[in-house]
């Protein structure tokens, strides 16, 4: 039997299933797939805003690591605040994108922390370019929230 064969083939397999599980799991794969059966039941707007916000939330978080080891602690409770948006909106896409039936009560949630994350970044917006920019995600991920709960 020739192993060098047999292994590539496992490895062929495994990448495959790999890819296969990545697919599956992509909000953004699920997303744009067309078929009607297929179709994406959830808020693609909303699901977009909360990525945005995690996405800006990771640009921020890396700006006050940077003031805190300048030995600047003026942003350490939009630390605790921008590291409960990134993992609310996190958790929201994913209760979305699987169907949950607690997707509204999440989305409220959502909301609330946003909008406490929002209110610190306020504070700071003036002097950090980037408070501001998180502070208009927060916005949007508040609105596209309550949009969705109606």
């Known amino acids: ?6 292994a590539f083939t496992k490895r062929q397999f495994l990448g495959l299933l790999a890819t296969a599980s990545a697919a599956s799991l992509s909000p953004k794969l699920l997303a744009s797939n067309t078929h009607a059966h297929h179709r994406a039941s959830y808020s693609k707007e909303l699901v977009a805003a909360a990525e945005e916000c995690v996405s800006t939330g990771q640009a921020c978080k890396a700006h006050i690591y940077k003031t805190l ?27 979305l994108t699987n169907g949950s039936t607690r997707d509204k009560a999440l989305a409220q949630v959502c909301a609330d922390i946003c909008a406490d994350c929002r209110d610190e970044c306020k504070k700071h917006a003036s002097t950090h370019p980037i408070c501001k920019t998180m502070a208009e995600s927060c916005d949007a991920s508040i609105k596209a929230c309550l949009k969705y709960i109606g």
């Not at 039997?1 to 047999?6: D, I, S």
């Not at 300048?70 to 994913?94: F, G, H, K, M, P």
Request: charged share 20%; net charge negative.
């Open 1 to 6: 039997m020739n192993t060098a064969k047999t």
């Open 69 to 95: 080891q300048a030995d600047d602690l003026s942003l350490t409770e939009c630390l605790l605040q921008v590291r409960n948006t990134i993992t609310i909106c996190n958790a929201l896409v994913e209760v």
